[in-house]
């Protein structure tokens, strides 16, 4: 079974990085989808935490992680 996960990396003012995970991403996902998406978040301002606010886009990328079980008896 695998999972997929977008990451979405972002600077902050003070020039740190912050990620954003979102679980169980599309097969289809689109870098035009996901630049849009980015570029929503940082328009709208949305997070403000411990590490200030979003400043710019650093990257994206699908961590995909896959977990084989093995029986034992």
């Given amino acids: ?8 990396r972002f600077t902050t003012q003070f020039d740190r990085l912050v990620t954003i995970r979102v679980p169980n991403a599309r097969e289809d996902l689109t870098a035009e989808e996901v630049a849009s998406v980015m570029d929503l978040l940082l328009d709208k301002n949305i997070f403000d935490g411990s590490a200030a606010m979003l400043a ?8 995909t992680r896959s977990i084989d079980d093995i029986a034992i008896e």
Avoid: C, D, Y
């Fill in 56 to 63: 710019a886009k650093h990257s994206a990328r699908v961590v």
């Fill in 1 to 8: 079974m695998a999972t997929r996960t977008l990451e979405m």
